[in-house]
């Protein structure tokens, strides 16, 4: 986080409206602003941030994309998502449709699609799960681009499973789902354990190209060792992961 760097007078200098670019060190041409606070040509911090349009700024290492970095009239975005919403899309496990599949048709209509599931995913009655499993109590942020709901299964456990608490984070141009859990309880409340996004539970938006490698990049930008564990296992443990 920015807060907990260094910061050098020359640092200051790059939150206010100096004529200096810090990658370039000319004068800025088409300036920009990054959600640090500091400034750059244009054109500099595109060369920066590519191929997946996010990555550290070049001055203080913070995180920082070109869809939460604005022109100089500090309001209008280098970038704009092509989606604006979660609704009208599907989230992939792994890239993998039916296999756990987060569906957001609308508010009133979200579910996880099993359709494709393994023949080794039962409940707890020898049945596979169903088709569609709606999501209860479903609630979307769009400030915070956070989505909560539960999954209930009820005496019918899921893996040891009756009841389900997500939140989902999902990234700024929401081609992943960057943050947040699966909390798992019992049929008597008492947890089972939590599963993190994009740790354990790695998801892609549909029908979106680069959706796998900007999630293998934010993966490299968290710059934890567990993360690379992740990397390694993906296509090895494709569809391993229920929740």
């Not at 000319?26 to 920009?32: K, L």
């Not at 244009?42 to 913070?62: F, I, M, T, V």
């Amino acid at each position: 986080m920015a807060s907990n760097i260094l910061r050098t007078p020359y640092m200051e200098r790059q939150t206010t409206e100096t004529r200096e670019c810090a990658v370039c060190l000319n004068e800025r041409v088409d300036p920009c602003r990054t959600s640090c606070g500091h400034f750059f040509c244009e054109e500099c911090l595109r060369a920066a941030l590519k191929p997946w349009n996010r990555g550290r700024c070049p001055l203080c290492r913070s995180k920082v994309s070109l869809y939460d970095t604005v022109k100089a009239d500090l309001t209008t975005p280098l970038e704009t998502p092509a989606v604006d919403t979660i609704f009208g899309s599907a989230f992939l496990q792994n890239g993998r449709p039916g296999v756990a599949a987060y569906h957001f048709d609308s508010i009133e209509d979200c579910y996880i699609s099993y359709e494709n599931a393994p023949s080794s995913w039962k409940l707890a009655n020898g049945e596979k799960p169903p088709a569609r499993k709606p999501f209860d109590n479903p609630v979307w942020e769009p400030a915070t681009r956070t989505f909560t709901a539960t999954v209930e299964w009820g005496e019918n456990t899921f893996g040891g499973d009756a009841r389900w608490e997500y939140t989902m984070v999902f990234s700024d141009d929401f081609a992943f789902i960057a943050g947040g859990a699966c909390r798992k309880f019992d049929a008597d409340g008492q947890s089972t354990g939590v599963s993190t996004f994009p740790i354990q539970l790695q998801y892609i938006r549909a029908d979106t190209s680069e959706a796998r490698e900007e999630w293998r990049h934010f993966l490299h930008l968290r710059g934890s060792g567990a993360d690379t564990g992740v990397r390694r296992r993906v296509d090895r443990r494709v569809g391993r992961w229920r929740r």
